[in-house]
């Protein structure tokens, strides 16, 4: 059976960020994971980091591949990023969210509320996920030369 696979570019922004910044606003970057099971998630891509921002809208994309029939649940986590460390244990949590490919990718544009944890509203934090599907527009030129060929 083929795998019906495409890829999809996520666009993100987020609304009325909780502050845990003193004497100036947080300064988020949205991390993108997947559930791979077993309870386990992996870190697919980051945004870049927003300074001094509560309602952001990355510019930097996130891409994967969405396969069809199949449930990918994806989490978003809003971090106040105020060090240079990869790491997130040593930065504050602005909130998350959790929901399947297919629900972005069937509403093209999808807002959630930010939880700090389940059952725990961010404020009136929220998320807003957009998904576009990427094309192949890769174009392929040949150029072919024949000699000697018989005349007919």
Known sequence: ?????????????????IDK???SK????????QDVGGG????????????NCSSPEFSKTLQLEYRF?????LRFGIYDIDNKTPELRDDDFLGGAECSLGQIVSSQVLT???????????????I???AQELK?????????????????
């Not at 386990?40 to 300074?51: F, I, N, Q, Y």
């Not at 959630?112 to 929220?126: D, E, F, V």
Request: hydrophobic letters at 40%; aromatic letters at 2%.
């Open 1 to 17: 059976m083929a795998h019906c696979v495409t890829l999809v570019q996520l666009s993100i922004s987020c609304d009325h960020l």
């Open 21 to 23: 910044d003193i004497g």
């Open 26 to 33: 947080s300064d988020p970057l949205c991390v993108l994971l």
């Open 40 to 51: 386990s998630w992996a870190e697919l891509g980051r945004t870049e980091r927003v300074r």
């Open 69 to 73: 029939e199949t449930v990918q649940k």
């Open 112 to 126: 959630l509320p930010l939880m700090l944890k389940p059952g725990k509203p961010a404020g009136r934090g929220t």
């Open 128 to 130: 807003t996920v957009s």
């Open 136 to 152: 192949d527009n890769r174009v392929v030129t040949m150029e072919v030369e024949a000699r000697n060929l018989d005349k007919k």
